[in-house]
């Protein structure tokens, strides 16, 4: 393309494309109260499913009385595990290779396990009924610990007894679910026991729930005349979900239509599977009606796809100086019930070797161990890159302490071990290849931005003054440089249930010059519509609003593997801009026929085809359209339509550098945080505006999770925050300001040079909350104390450094 021209210019800002912060299109119909969730699809005759749930953590099922429930007017069927048996849909295969009971078969495993499905007119009959089911249940002995269940004699899933080899290899004890081991044991053991310094830390991220503000729900239509299948929902992978649909239920596959409707947040709680969309859809083939079933807050809270819970020790070995020599990291991951988690099958664990983070670590290895326990299983959740969040979090706080036994600046120490701009690609100890990156840029830049030196002196004169008495508060800062790992994934190594993990976009343009694109992934929130078309305009030249994107119709759109991950820009978005350049290369050789020309002898300028060397004269994208469609043109069929399946060569790697500056009230553990900076790198920027969003957003919820969010179980297996008066969501009261910055460091494979973001703030936001808050009693020896730092917490800390008098 010749440089812009005024003229040029002018057009290009014209077609809203690349770069622009064009409003999200979406948001006419959202802030008018005309989106379309699945509970406000309401079909003619639908019925209301609600479930029996368990009581019990961990329990016999002895007998289920449905009698009382029937009696019931308005109650429709219930249905129970022995129902389904004879389907072979009493239980399911989960995305992680395990499977899963859709109905208490027998026993139940988890609080708020499925045991009976009811089905009613209304939702409050099927409420009604539920509590007439009579279910008496035998309690068995409850493990939350996945320490304690890897030593216990209770076997938990008596299904797998015996069973010594598992989706992911041996298994070593009945509670044991994988071993999975990455990089040098050996070798890393070498250097440790060589190393000048060494530190060892243990830490617990704890169990997380994104919460979404719409819960899981479906709404299935078994059409018995036609075969039929339609079924809504929540899907982060609506044509996965198809394909399991089809493959437990024996329904063809074109029998299948699945439709995720606009969805109110996703946020990894509704990429897996659950019992809900497997009953609906029951129900609907044995009633012969259309069933709805959507969870309430508690249910969602309760039962649906958790994230984290991840006892992780960390070893580094570092010269005197603090260069990084070697890294161990042992991971003990609590899964619950059944491995549900989503990652692609060859990482059980996910990406958790990414956790050399952002530096040169020449020697490293890890291994994870999944335990089952007597909590919801899962889990992929929360702006998770697939386990990248746990990964920031241990090498983020593994720097810091660090830092504090050579008695070093946490900054200068990132600083001197960061993988230099020259080295990338960059190969990893644990396997990756990094695409691009240039981290001391973006380092130095924060650091500038906050007046790092500064905050230090500040942060010294304050604690001589908390010395000396005149102050109670101490001042953290939280510093945190993440390696993000997006775009799951290069076929060759990604898959999910064998499904290769590409994604896909289908345009057509329409004879007057505008266009529909439909991709294989399903915005919930992201603003895909606005953003995808946006790329599509500088491809083609033709005014983002004039561009319809459709997503999550399984009937219309092509195959793809859905949204999760921050996989949708970087392969989906990919497979959009590959589309627009087929698209583009049609155009041409109409252009040039039009033009009387060379297909050659013409170039893309913006929105048109002009000749070379005479830029006057030009046919525009739009009449190309026209022209598509009304002439004959020798050697080429009628029409302009393309389709990419997309499968990418590498990930890509965004990066950020964050600086969280916090004060604390040592008496009372509130925090305040004065200042937050996030400078991210995610390559070519789409749509600036809507990375903003996304990394506030992002950054809300590693507040929520740093200071205050957790799903917390008692002994018995009890959850004790399954409501909203327990567990910590944050309002604008306690969200701070936060300034955003950005580097663009493009990657090099993929055909934009984008990134993914929509995972970073949040991957990054955890460990630079954490690590303001332990910055702050760093001088007074703290080394290293468990999230979530909640007030309680916080002062707690501070007793016990003797901080109180
Ligand atoms: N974008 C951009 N320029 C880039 C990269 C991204 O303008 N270089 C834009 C994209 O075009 C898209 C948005 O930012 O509109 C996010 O893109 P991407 O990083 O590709 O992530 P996905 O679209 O695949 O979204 C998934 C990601 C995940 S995994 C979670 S979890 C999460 C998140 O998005 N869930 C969300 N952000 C969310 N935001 C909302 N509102 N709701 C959710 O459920
Ligand atoms: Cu890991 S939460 Mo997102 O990948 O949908």
């Given at each position: 393309?010749n440089?812009?021209?005024?003229?040029?210019?002018?057009?290009?800002?014209?077609?809203?494309?690349?770069?622009?912060?064009?409003?999200?299109?979406?948001?006419?119909?959202?802030v008018?109260?005309?989106?379309?969730?699945?509970?406000?699809?309401?079909?003619?005759?639908?019925?209301?499913?609600?479930?029996?749930?368990?009581?019990?953590?961990?329990?016999?099922?002895?007998?289920?009385?449905?009698?009382?429930?029937?009696?019931?007017?308005?109650?429709?069927?219930v249905?129970?595990?022995?129902?389904?048996a004879?389907?072979?849909l009493?239980?399911?295969?989960?995305?992680?290779?395990?499977?899963?009971?859709?109905?208490?078969?027998?026993?139940?495993?988890?609080?708020?396990?499925?045991?009976?499905?009811?089905?009613?007119?209304?939702r409050?009959?099927?409420?009604?009924?539920?509590?007439?089911?009579?279910?008496?249940?035998?309690?068995?002995?409850?493990?939350?610990?996945?320490?304690?269940?890897?030593?216990?004699?209770?076997?938990?899933?008596?299904?797998?007894?015996?069973?010594?080899?598992g989706?992911?290899?041996?298994?070593?004890?009945?509670?044991?679910?994988?071993t999975?081991?990455?990089?040098?044991?050996?070798?890393?053991?070498?250097?440790?026991?060589?190393?000048?310094?060494?530190?060892?830390?243990?830490?617990?991220?704890?169990?997380?729930?994104?919460?979404?503000?719409?819960?899981?729900?479906?709404?299935?239509?078994?059409?018995?005349?036609?075969?039929?299948?339609?079924?809504?929902?929540?899907?982060?992978?609506?044509?996965?979900?198809?394909?399991?649909?089809?493959l437990?239920?024996?329904?063809?596959?074109?029998?299948?239509?699945?439709i995720?409707?606009?969805?109110?947040?996703?946020f990894?709680?509704?990429?897996?599977?659950?019992?809900?969309?497997?009953?609906?859809?029951v129900?609907?083939?044995?009633?012969?009606?259309?069933?709805?079933?959507?969870?309430?807050?508690?249910e969602?809270?309760?039962?649906?796809?958790?994230?984290?819970?991840?006892?992780?020790?960390?070893?580094?070995?570092?010269?005197?100086?603090?260069?990084?020599?070697?890294?161990?990291?042992?991971?003990?991951?609590?899964?619950?019930?059944?491995?549900?988690?989503?990652?692609?099958?060859?990482?059980?664990?996910?990406?958790?070797?990414?956790?050399?983070g952002?530096?040169?670590i020449?020697?490293?290895?890890?291994?994870?161990d999944?335990?089952?326990?007597?909590?919801?299983?899962?889990?992929?959740?929360?702006?998770?890159?697939?386990?990248?969040?746990?990964?920031?979090?241990?090498?983020?706080?593994?720097?810091?302490?660090?830092a504090?036994?050579?008695?070093?600046?946490?900054?200068?120490?990132?600083?001197?071990?960061?993988?230099?701009?020259?080295?990338?690609?960059?190969?990893s100890?644990?396997?990756?290849?990094?695409?691009?990156?240039?981290?001391?840029?973006?380092?130095?830049?924060?650091?500038?931005?906050?007046?790092?030196?500064?905050?230090?002196?500040?942060?010294?004169?304050r604690v001589?003054?908390?010395?000396?008495g005149?102050?109670?508060?101490?001042?953290?800062?939280?510093?945190?440089?993440?390696?993000?790992i997006?775009g799951?994934?290069?076929?060759?190594?990604?898959?999910?249930?064998?499904?290769?993990?590409?994604?896909?976009?289908?345009?057509?343009?329409?004879?007057?010059?505008?266009?529909i694109?439909?991709?294989?992934?399903?915005?919930?929130?992201?603003?895909?519509a606005?953003?995808?078309?946006?790329i599509l305009?500088?491809?083609?030249?033709?005014?983002?609003?004039?561009?319809?994107?459709?997503?999550?119709?399984?009937?219309?759109?092509?195959?793809?593997?859905?949204?999760?991950?921050?996989?949708?820009?970087p392969?989906?978005?990919?497979?959009?801009?590959?589309?627009?350049?087929?698209?583009?290369?049609?155009?041409?050789?109409?252009?040039?026929?039009?033009?009387?020309?060379?297909d050659?002898?013409?170039?893309?300028?913006?929105?048109?085809?002009?000749?070379?060397?005479?830029?006057?004269?030009?046919?525009?994208?739009?009449?190309?359209?026209?022209?598509a469609?009304?002439?004959?043109?020798?050697?080429?069929?009628?029409?302009l339509?393309?389709?990419s399946?997309?499968?990418?060569p590498?990930?890509?790697?965004p990066?950020?550098?964050?600086?969280?500056?916090?004060?604390?009230?040592?008496?009372?553990?509130?925090?305040?945080?004065r200042?937050?900076?996030?400078?991210?790198?995610?390559?070519?920027?789409?749509?600036?505006?809507?990375?903003?969003?996304?990394?506030?957003?992002?950054?809300?919820?590693?507040?929520?999770?740093?200071?205050?969010?957790?799903?917390?179980?008692?002994?018995?297996?009890?959850?004790?925050?399954?409501t909203?008066?327990?567990?910590?969501?944050?309002?604008?009261?306690?969200v701070?300001?936060?300034?955003?910055?950005?580097?663009?460091?493009?990657s090099?494979?993929?055909?934009?040079?984008?990134?993914?973001?929509?995972?970073?703030?949040?991957?990054?936001?955890?460990?630079?909350?954490?690590?303001?808050?332990?910055?702050?009693?760093?001088?007074?020896?703290?080394?290293h104390?468990?999230?979530?730092?909640?007030?309680?917490?916080?002062?707690?800390?501070?007793?016990?450094?003797?901080?109180?008098?």
């Amino acid at each position: 393309m010749n440089d812009l021209t005024p003229d040029s210019k002018e057009r290009s800002t014209n077609l809203k494309g690349l770069g622009c912060s064009r409003k999200r299109v979406e948001d006419v119909r959202f802030v008018q109260g005309k989106g379309n969730y699945v509970d406000d699809i309401k079909l003619p005759g639908m019925l209301h499913g609600d479930f029996v749930r368990s009581p019990y953590a961990h329990a016999r099922v002895i007998s289920i009385n449905k009698e009382a429930a029937l009696a019931l007017p308005g109650v429709v069927a219930v249905l129970t595990a022995e129902d389904l048996a004879p389907l072979g849909l009493h239980w399911m295969p989960t995305l992680a290779g395990d499977k899963q009971m859709v109905l208490a078969d027998g026993k139940v495993l988890f609080q708020g396990q499925e045991v009976a499905y009811v089905v009613a007119n209304d939702r409050y009959i099927a409420a009604d009924a539920v509590e007439l089911v009579e279910v008496e249940y035998e309690e068995l002995p409850v493990l939350t610990d996945p320490f304690e269940a890897l030593n216990s004699d209770v076997v938990l899933r008596e299904d797998l007894e015996g069973q010594t080899e598992g989706a992911h290899g041996p298994r070593k004890h009945h509670n044991h679910i994988f071993t999975w081991e990455q990089g040098e044991e050996e070798a890393t053991n070498q250097v440790l026991d060589s190393a000048e310094v060494v530190v060892t830390e243990s830490m617990y991220y704890h169990r997380t729930h994104p919460c979404p503000l719409e819960t899981c729900g479906a709404v299935a239509s078994m059409d018995a005349v036609t075969g039929k299948l339609t079924l809504y929902g929540t899907f982060q992978a609506p044509h996965a979900i198809r394909t399991v649909v089809s493959l437990i239920s024996g329904i063809e596959e074109h029998n299948i239509r699945v439709i995720s409707p606009d969805i109110g947040g996703g946020f990894g709680n509704k990429v897996g599977a659950y019992s809900g969309y497997v009953c609906s859809v029951v129900a609907s083939i044995v009633t012969g009606k259309p069933v709805k079933w959507v969870e309430d807050r508690i249910e969602n809270l309760m039962t649906t796809a958790f994230a984290r819970d991840y006892w992780m020790t960390g070893k580094i070995a570092a010269t005197k100086e603090g260069k990084i020599t070697g890294l161990h990291c042992q991971v003990t991951a609590d899964h619950g019930g059944f491995d549900a988690c989503a990652d692609p099958t060859k990482f059980p664990a996910g990406f958790m070797n990414i956790c050399t983070g952002s530096y040169d670590i020449p020697t490293a290895y890890l291994a994870v161990d999944g335990v089952y326990t007597n909590k919801a299983p899962g889990g992929v959740s929360y702006r998770c890159s697939f386990r990248v969040t746990e990964a920031v979090y241990f090498i983020e706080r593994m720097i810091e302490v660090l830092a504090i036994e050579l008695d070093m600046d946490a900054a200068e120490l990132r600083r001197i071990n960061f993988i230099k701009k020259e080295q990338f690609p960059y190969q990893s100890a644990l396997g990756w290849e990094y695409d691009s990156g240039d981290y001391h840029r973006a380092w130095d830049k924060a650091m500038e931005a906050v007046g790092y030196q500064g905050l230090r002196k500040e942060q010294a004169e304050r604690v001589e003054a908390f010395k000396r008495g005149e102050t109670r508060k101490l001042m953290g800062i939280g510093l945190t440089h993440f390696t993000e790992i997006v775009g799951a994934g290069p076929v060759k190594n990604c898959d999910i249930l064998g499904l290769g993990m590409f994604d896909s976009c289908e345009i057509r343009i329409h004879p007057t010059g505008s266009a529909i694109a439909r991709l294989g992934t399903i915005s919930q929130g992201q603003g895909h519509a606005t953003t995808f078309a946006q790329i599509l305009a500088s491809e083609i030249g033709l005014p983002a609003d004039s561009i319809t994107i459709e997503e999550g119709d399984t009937d219309t759109a092509p195959y793809g593997l859905g949204t999760y991950g921050s996989r949708s820009t970087p392969v989906a978005g990919a497979a959009t801009a590959m589309a627009g350049r087929k698209i583009r290369a049609k155009a041409q050789m109409i252009a040039a026929y039009l033009l009387e020309v060379h297909d050659d002898d013409v170039e893309f300028d913006v929105d048109r085809f002009a000749v070379k060397g005479a830029p006057e004269r030009f046919k525009t994208m739009k009449e190309i359209a026209f022209a598509a469609y009304n002439q004959a043109i020798p050697g080429l069929e009628p029409g302009l339509e393309a389709v990419s399946y997309y499968d990418p060569p590498n990930m890509t790697y965004p990066f950020g550098a964050y600086v969280c500056v916090m004060d604390i009230d040592v008496d009372t553990g509130v925090t305040e945080i004065r200042r937050f900076y996030a400078l991210d790198d995610c390559g070519t920027r789409i749509n600036p505006m809507i990375i903003e969003g996304q990394v506030h957003g992002g950054l809300t919820e590693a507040l929520a999770v740093a200071l205050g969010q957790e799903i917390a179980y008692d002994e018995q297996g009890n959850v004790k925050t399954g409501t909203l008066m327990d567990f910590f969501l944050p309002t604008a009261w306690e969200v701070p300001n936060y300034e955003t910055d950005h580097t663009v460091t493009p990657s090099p494979h993929h055909p934009i040079g984008a990134k993914g973001v929509g995972e970073s703030p949040h991957v990054g936001g955890v460990p630079c909350f954490s690590n303001a808050v332990h910055d702050a009693f760093r001088a007074f020896g703290l080394r290293h104390t468990n999230m979530p730092h909640d007030h309680w917490r916080i002062w707690r800390t501070a007793n016990e450094l003797g901080l109180h008098g």
